[in-house]
């Protein structure tokens, strides 16, 4: 008992392979950069303000904390809304409408060309040649042809998204081992059963993963086609405000963002932990 | 042995090419209804390759393949697999992969009236293989020897006229491997199943066997002029073994046992000591050609 006890106290806290932290140093390891951020911005902000009271760059908490009232509690004097839910309720309208689209386009095609070498041959090099445009360039050819209201934002989401969706879901269905299909065969599957019944459900989870990681890109076209054509929206507001140098405003919005996307990935990730246990075994007691 | 007795399985001339490769030339063979038929050769002569010709997997480059007399075409129920990995579906517990035969075999809405069914009959083959307590955990959580065992049930519930099993035991350590091999031989009983079963373990086919088939590609050619080492893999030996099976491992031990495992090695295994491919197919009474002592 004795050795085992020193054996286990030779494992480093911090530094090596064999780290193994304990629970509290842990959660102050991962909390120590954020504290360190809010540390150097506090300071930079009071070097400045004491230098200027009218500096715009880097705002003190108390204009921070006033852009929020104005912007998440007050109704807005001109369009008689609270502007911070309007543009949350139009951008995540667009990205989710968006995201659907291209999830469940990208979850047929990708299944369906992993398992039918026929659909393989004839969409696999057309979506590789699609994946390979670079979205934004042709935002102004969908801004063209699906005019600046909603269409075409959601198009750009759709575009920049859903060549990648396919293309995973594509490489998942594929990687189903052949023994698996021939088995779902044996037990009476028709051809349509080993897709849609076999295959289908164990490739979902993949997808919610797939489509947890394209979020971030979908934001990206998200704020950049709002930044160019839009009425409402974060990326819209973050745009304008920009014109005044309302760098506490921005502020808000981009930490309101990243909470949003924060949560969308937490979401996702917990669901796929809880509802689809077998996806990403641990090791279980 | 007649021309018109009813085989279950019979192959006729089958050969099988990868490229310019010949994996299996000039396969004949006839199974009969009831049989435990396994199968033992070298590593790479192609065991697995022929079985799944037998499956619908993969095709004959030339020759037939019949299940009572029908020409077989791709995989269906009536020709049941449990695979060394692979055999299980890791989206489904235990009880759904049982009874997933059940439900697959069905349009989708019929399977959700018929799910109860489905769900007891499952149950009833899970505890045929001692699972019972398991039926609600995933695939994952169970040892390897577990996971054989619901591959097994899974398959029997189609009640496949045939059972194709390809190394199902080899990924298992010696004791487990025992206790399936137990198990195998009380369900082939208890079902009145025909079982083709391919192994690399010579005793375990010895010992588990009504028909021992040896493929190899060390045998003599009548054309010298073929490359000894290119040739395809043909079936050396085919030995008939005790039909009524020993309940306990311990023939494993008995001289007789050894004396054959022996026979074998050099029948299939041993590239020095080749036969002559005319002496083929004369060894077993379901051969083609009659065989008097
Ligand atoms: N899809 C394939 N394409 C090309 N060659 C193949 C293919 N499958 C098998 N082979 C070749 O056919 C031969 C027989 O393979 P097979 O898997 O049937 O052997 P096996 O007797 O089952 O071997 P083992 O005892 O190792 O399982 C091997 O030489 C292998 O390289
Ligand atoms: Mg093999």
Known sequence: ?285 | MTENTPFLLYLEDVQKQYGEKIVLDDIDLAVKQGAFCTVVGPSGCGKSTLLRLILGQEQATSGRIFMEGVPIALPSPDRGIVYQRYSLFPHLTILDNTMLGKQLSVPFWTSLRRKKTARDEAMHYLESVHLGAHAKKYPHQLSGGMQQRVAIAQALIMKPKILLMDEPFGALDPGTREAMQLLILELWEAHGMTIFFVTHDLEEAVFLGTRILVLSQYYRHESASRESSGQGARIVADYPLNTRKARSTRVKETAKFGRLIQRIRYDGFDPEYRQDAREFNLKHTDSFITFTE
Not at chain 1, 57 to 85: N, Y
Request: charge should be positive.
């Open chain 1, 1 to 285: 008992m004795v050795e085992k006890k020193d054996m286990r106290r030779k494992l480093p806290v911090f530094f090596g392979l064999h780290a193994k932290l304990p629970r509290g140093l842990g959660i102050v390891l991962a909390l120590l950069p954020f504290a360190l951020l809010v540390i150097v911005y506090l300071t930079a902000s009071d070097i400045r303000q004491k230098a200027n009271p009218q500096d715009k760059l880097l705002p003190p908490v108390s204009k921070i904390a006033k852009a929020l009232e104005k912007s998440a509690f007050t109704l807005d004097k001109r369009s008689g809304v609270i502007l911070l839910w309007q543009d949350t309720a139009s951008s995540l309208r667009r990205l989710g409408i968006g995201m659907m689209v291209s999830a469940c386009l990208g979850f047929l095609m990708g299944l369906n060309m992993g398992l039918l070498p026929g659909i393989r041959g004839l969409s696999l090099s057309f979506v590789t040649f699609i994946s390979n445009i670079p979205p934004l360039a042709i935002l102004p050819i969908l801004f063209i042809s699906f005019g600046v209201g909603e269409v075409g934002k959601v198009m750009l989401i759709i575009l920049g998204t859903f060549p990648l969706i396919t293309r995973d879901i594509y490489l998942a269905a594929k990687r189903i081992p052949k023994e698996n299909i021939v088995k779902a065969l044996t037990l009476g599957a028709s051809q349509f059963g080993v897709v849609y019944r076999v295959v289908f459900p164990q490739v979902i989870p993949r997808l919610i993963d797939t489509v947890r990681l394209s979020l971030g890109a979908a934001w990206l076209f998200l704020i950049a086609s709002e930044a160019i054509a839009s009425q409402d929206g974060l990326g819209y507001r973050i745009f304008l405000v920009r014109r005044y140098l309302s760098m506490d405003m921005i502020i808000v919005y981009v930490a309101w963002i990243t909470f949003l996307a924060f949560l969308a990935d937490l979401g996702l990730r917990k669901l796929v932990a809880v509802r689809y246990p077998w996806y990403s075994p641990r090791a279980e007691g």
